[in-house]
């Protein structure tokens, strides 16, 4: 089975601009979950999707927006980027969001996107 | 204020040895506990998990330990060896309508030396 997909892989981009970011999770997964990973830092918690709806959000600016399709794929977007957007964005998977047993609830990681903002 | 706290940046092992990673919160509302690895140019793998009712559970070499009331918990790994090399983090989470948010620590960089 194919695992998480993240595209693209790099990016470069200047201040002011906007980026669009992919996410193809695992087949049957029907969670997807983003997070920025800074330099120094661990992963901090952008939002979670399910069944096309956002479930959960983290403390991040409404720059940060995201979306989910029918099919499970999921899209992140940054309007109007800062220095500080500069990180690894990471997309995680899982089964399911609720309901189930709890392995079920295991989030598998894609590879991220490695984002610079000049 | 961090929730998840992984106090040690660094950590260097005979291989062989055991490793012993430590991770703190600080929420008392974390009911389930997971560890990962990262290695460079990869997103994180997961390892072993713990839920909240429990205090230990093991998985081949890797050990998870749950102290609640002293809300610390610690990855074991007996024997270390170099391929265990790599970044490892600490995620918490809080209720299963929650399962996709994590809470991480900043991570533990270990090094297992031949």
């Known amino acids: 089975k194919a695992g998480v997909t993240q595209t693209p892989r790099y990016l470069i981009k200047t201040r002011g601009q906007q980026v669009t970011l992919s996410c193809s999770p695992i087949?049957?997964?029907?969670?997807v979950s983003w997070y920025q990973q800074t330099p120094g830092q661990g992963l901090q918690f952008l939002f979670e999707?399910?069944?096309?709806?956002?479930?959960n959000k983290g403390n991040f600016p409404g720059r940060f927006s995201g979306r989910q399709f029918s099919n499970s794929r999921s899209e992140m977007n940054v309007s109007t980027l800062e220095l500080g957007d500069s990180a690894l964005y990471l997309c995680a998977s899982s089964l399911v969001a609720s309901g189930g047993a709890l392995k079920a609830y295991t989030q598998y990681f894609g590879p991220g996107t490695r984002l610079t903002v000049l | 204020d961090q929730q998840v706290k992984q106090n040690s940046p660094s950590l260097s092992v005979q291989e062989g040895r055991i490793s012993i990673l430590n991770c703190d919160y600080t929420n008392s509302m974390f009911d389930y506990f997971l560890w990962y690895k990262k290695y460079p140019a990869e997103g994180p793998t997961f390892l072993i998990s713990i839920s909240s009712i429990k205090d230990k559970n093991e998985d081949g070499r890797f050990t998870v330990f749950l102290n609640k009331s002293a809300k610390h918990l610690s990855l074991h790994i007996v024997p270390s060896q170099p391929g265990d090399s790599a970044v490892y983090f600490c995620?918490?989470?809080?209720?299963?309508?929650?399962?996709?948010?994590?809470?991480f620590g900043d991570g533990t960089t270990l090094t297992v030396k031949p």
């Open positions: 087949s049957g997964h029907r969670s």
């Open positions: 995620a918490a989470r809080c209720g299963n309508t929650n399962a996709g948010k994590s809470t």
């Open positions: 999707y399910f069944s096309e709806t956002q479930r």
